[in-house]
């Protein structure tokens, strides 16, 4: 009996689920126009149970995210292929296929190889999975990072490095968090939103979590095409919104972003962290001027620092040696690690901060540190520490 193309696209599905080659599949395009359920997404994931098929069904309001095993996941999927959705695009390892019902009911596919070179990042970097897939992806289209036939285009191999890195440094972290159902993460300074996108598309896509996301950016045009975009998607707890770092009110932030904040900005970003109660603090600092200028130095340092350049360089080792221990002191575990330069800065430092329980005695002690340090450099105040005591943050 000859198969029918539905059939087809579905034992292309589960052979895909079978042999762990899933990347994606999106189904779209609602048979019932006014349904407010927009589209489904399904990705692969693991946990302690073991591999299941997540589930993110985007509404128009909001997203709701299950886990499946995979034969009953399979079988979710068939039911809304054949009440619910007339679209579906799968995304496997070795092939994309795309099935559509046309007019009187009539369904087609097509398939399409995929290149073995689709799992590599540049000709030269060594195969490896990618923390933020390229196929179907529409955020990195939209944002020029990929083609029409969602390959990265050579000029912004970089870009898409870089994002993948910090996927790669926060994903992991993120995921250990005892986060609550709908939690907030802020991005202060999105900018274009390639970090931002990337990483509400992993926290949904591989994670399984329901956040609520907002990106905060003072460039008005920047804002109106990152909702644009957002929207384009499917993202829909996604947002952008025009302000400034330190002033615009926001709700309770449970994860706080800010990605090359010039200067004392980075300073009212971790302060913001800081006084939400933020369970994650991530920072990549960039220019360091108010450490540089409170430069004071009398001791056998100073023939060191009589060369600008290499001033500018101390400035910013104890800017952020400072910025970490003061997270700490406030009930943190601070690491800093290398992150990969953008085309704005050659600042490659990442700064996290995981909130833990700190002992009275542990604090005195890394105030003390800090003490220490701003005397041998001849500093009286961290910008940092002002807003913390102007803010009356004893935490």
Do not use: W
């Not at 985007?58 to 399979?74: C, M, Q, R, S, V």
């Not at 010039?262 to 360091?288: K, N, W």
């Not at 004071?296 to 600008?308: A, D, E, F, R, W």
């Not at 833990?356 to 105040?381: D, F, H, M, N, W």
């Amino acid at each position: 009996m000859q198969k029918t193309p539905f059939t087809i696209f579905i034992d292309k599905l589960g052979s895909a689920i079978a042999k762990k080659e899933l990347v994606k599949l999106v189904v779209a395009r609602p048979r019932d126009p006014a349904s407010d359920l927009k589209s489904l997404v399904v990705t692969m994931i693991e946990i302690k149970a073991g591999p299941r098929l997540n589930f993110v069904y985007h509404h128009k309001t909001k997203d709701i995210t299950k886990n499946y095993a995979f034969d009953e996941g399979l079988a979710v999927v068939l039911k809304s292929l054949e009440e619910d959705f007339f679209n579906a695009d799968l995304f496997a390892s070795a092939e994309t296929v795309q099935m559509s019902v046309a007019g009187r009911g009539k369904v087609k596919i097509r398939t399409t190889p995929v290149a073995p070179k689709a799992m590599e990042i540049t000709a030269h970097d060594h195969v490896k999975e990618r923390m933020i897939s390229t196929a179907g992806n529409v955020y990195l289209r939209e944002l020029g990072v990929l083609n029409a036939a969602f390959e990265v285009r050579r000029e912004m191999s970089d870009k898409f490095r870089q994002i993948n890195r910090y996927i790669e440094l926060i994903g992991p972290v993120i995921a250990e968090l005892p986060l609550r159902e709908g939690f907030h993460v802020a991005d202060m300074g999105s900018g274009k939103g390639y970090l931002t996108f990337a990483l509400y598309d992993y926290l949904t896509r591989k994670l399984g979590k329901s956040p609520v996301m907002t990106g905060v950016e003072t460039r008005a045009d920047l804002v109106e095409q990152s909702n644009r975009i957002a929207e384009k998607s499917g993202f829909v707890n996604l947002r952008f919104v025009s302000g400034t770092i330190a002033d615009l009110p926001l709700e309770k932030i449970d994860i706080l972003i800010a990605l090359h904040a010039c200067d004392t900005a980075t300073d009212d970003a971790i302060f913001r962290g800081i006084a939400s109660g933020a369970a994650l603090i991530v920072c990549a600092p960039c220019c360091h001027k108010q450490v540089r200028k409170a430069f004071n130095v009398n001791s056998v340092l100073k023939p060191v620092l009589k060369h600008g350049i290499l001033e500018e360089r101390q400035a910013e080792i104890i800017t952020d040696s400072v910025r970490a221990l003061i997270m700490e002191s406030q009930g943190y575990q601070a690491r800093i690690s290398e992150f990969i330069s953008t085309e704005h800065t050659p600042k490659n430092l990442l700064i996290t901060g995981k909130k833990v329980t700190r002992k009275p005695a542990e604090k005195k002690k890394i105030l003390e540190s800090i003490r220490q340090i701003k005397e041998l450099y001849g500093i009286k105040q961290h910008y940092l520490e002002g807003l913390l005591e102007r803010g009356g943050s004893g935490r």
